[in-house]
C-alpha cells in the first residue's frame, strides 16, 4: 500500500479527544461482515480478501445457511462451495483454502476455531489480518486489523503513521489510549470506508475535520 507519510505523529491529547468523539458517535461499532459464530466469520473473512464486505454477504446468505460448521462444509466440497461464492474475486483459490481449512480445524483443532494468533495463522488462507479480525469481533480482543482504510488513515491523519501494515498496526497499539483499543480498528475502519475516503474525503461530515491537519482536506 503506497501512501505519502504525514511526518508528524498526532500527541495523546489530540488522539485521544478523536477517539472519544468516535465513540459518542458510535459507541458500539460494528463489523459488517455477516456470520453466525466463529466459523462463519472465519470464512467470510477469509472470502473478503480484494472483495467487498457487499458482495461476500451475498455470497455467503445462502452459503451458511447449509455449511455453517467445518463438517457441513467439507460435505458440500469445494464444487459445490464454488457456486456458491463465484460472483467473488479469485474464488478457486479461497473455496480450496476454505476446504483446506475446514478440514484442520476437524483434524487439529476438534473442528473449533481457535483463539490464538498462531493458531488461527495455522489455517489456510488466515493471514495476520484475518486472524486480528477473529480475535477481536469474536474473542473480544484488542487486536488492529489493518486494512487499505486503516492505512490511509493512520497516516493521513497522524493517529498512526507506519510505512506498511505491521507498521502501522504496531503505531496503533502504542498510540491509542487503553480504552479505545478494542473498538478502534473498527471505528477506523468505518470512518476511512465512509468518511475519510481515498480520493474524495467527505470532510465536510467529518466529525474529527478540526483536528486533522491533512493536505488531503476538502474544506
Not at 461476500?56 to 469445494?78: H, S, W
Not at 503505531?171 to 475519510?196: N, S, T
Request: glycine residues 6%; contains cysteine; proline residues 4%.
Amino acid at each position: 500500500m503506497a501512501f505519502g507519510l504525514m511526518t508528524d505523529q498526532l500527541d495523546y491529547k489530540t488522539i485521544k479527544e478523536i477517539f472519544r468523539r468516535f465513540q459518542a458517535s458510535e459507541p458500539e461499532p460494528k463489523g459488517e461482515l455477516d456470520h453466525v459464530n466463529a466459523y462463519t466469520l472465519v470464512v467470510a473473512v477469509a472470502l473478503s480478501a480484494q472483495a467487498t464486505d457487499i458482495g461476500v454477504n451475498r455470497a455467503t446468505a445462502e452459503l451458511f445457511k447449509i455449511a455453517d460448521t467445518p463438517e457441513k462444509m467439507l460435505a458440500l466440497g469445494e464444487e459445490g462451495l464454488i457456486e456458491h461464492i463465484k460472483t467473488i474475486g479469485l474464488y478457486r483459490n479461497k473455496a480450496k483454502n476454505v476446504i483446506k481449512l475446514s478440514q484442520r480445524l476437524v483434524d487439529v483443532y476438534d473442528s473449533e476455531v481457535p483463539s490464538s494468533r498462531a493458531a488461527l495463522e495455522s489455517l489456510p488462507g488466515v493471514g495476520r489480518k484475518t486472524a486480528n479480525v477473529v480475535l477481536n469481533m469474536w474473542f473480544h480482543q484488542p487486536t488492529q486489523a489493518v486494512d487499505t482504510h486503516i492505512f490511509r488513515f493512520g497516516n493521513r491523519t497522524g493517529v498512526a503513521i507506519g510505512k506498511d501494515v505491521v507498521a502501522v498496526e504496531r503505531a496503533i497499539e502504542d498510540h491509542i489510549p487503553a480504552e479505545f483499543q478494542h473498538h478502534a480498528h473498527h471505528w477506523m475502519i468505518l470512518h476511512g470506508r465512509y468518511i475519510c475516503k481515498a480520493r474524495k474525503p467527505v470532510c465536510g461530515n467529518c466529525i474529527i475535520a478540526d483536528l486533522c491537519d491533512s493536505e488531503d482536506k476538502t474544506i
